[in-house]
Nanobody, 122 residues
Framework: QVQLVESGGGLVQAGGSLRLSCAAS????????MGWFRQTPGKEREFVAT????????SYADSVKGRFTISRDNAKNTVFLQMNSLKPEDTAVYYC???????????????WGRGTQVTVSS
C-alpha cells in the first residue's frame, strides 16, 4: 500500500522557517522523482519544487527560488522541504508527490500525500 505522509507544517510568522518532511512507503522510493506542490482554496495546485531520484537535478518555482530547498534521504525514504524567509503568500496546504519521470506538472504525478497546512502570519 502506497503511503506518503507529510509533517512539519504549522503557523509561523513572516520571515520565519519551517521544515516539511514526507515519509514514503509501499513503492520503490529511490526510483522515483519527488515533488512538493501547494494549494490554496479556489486555486489550482501549484508546483513548488522537485528532485530526481538521485538528487542530481532539482527545479524550483520562481516564487520560492532562493528561499526553499528540497532534499531527500533515500535510506530513510524521506523527502524534505526547507522553507526559509516565509511570506504570507506561502500560506497553503503543501503536498508531496512521487513521479517516475522528472516533472513540474502535477497531473503527471503518480502518488500523493494528504497534505500539511502551512500558515504564515504577517
Amino acid at each position: 500500500q502506497v503511503q506518503l505522509v507529510e509533517s512539519g507544517g504549522g503557523l509561523v510568522q513572516a520571515g520565519g522557517s519551517l521544515r516539511l518532511s514526507c515519509a514514503a512507503s509501499g513503492f520503490a522510493f529511490s526510483r522515483y522523482a519527488m515533488g512538493w506542490f501547494r494549494q490554496t482554496p479556489g486555486k489550482e495546485r501549484e508546483f513548488v519544487a522537485t528532485i530526481t531520484w538521485s538528487g542530481g537535478s532539482i527545479s524550483y518555482a520562481d516564487s520560492v527560488k532562493g528561499r526553499f530547498t528540497i532534499s531527500r534521504d533515500n535510506a530513510k525514504n524521506t523527502v524534505f522541504l526547507q522553507m526559509n524567509s516565509l511570506k504570507p503568500e506561502d500560506t497553503a496546504v503543501y503536498y508531496c508527490a512521487a513521479v517516475m519521470i522528472f516533472s513540474t506538472t502535477w497531473s503527471q504525478y503518480d502518488y500523493w500525500g494528504r497534505g500539511t497546512q502551512v500558515t504564515v502570519s504577517s
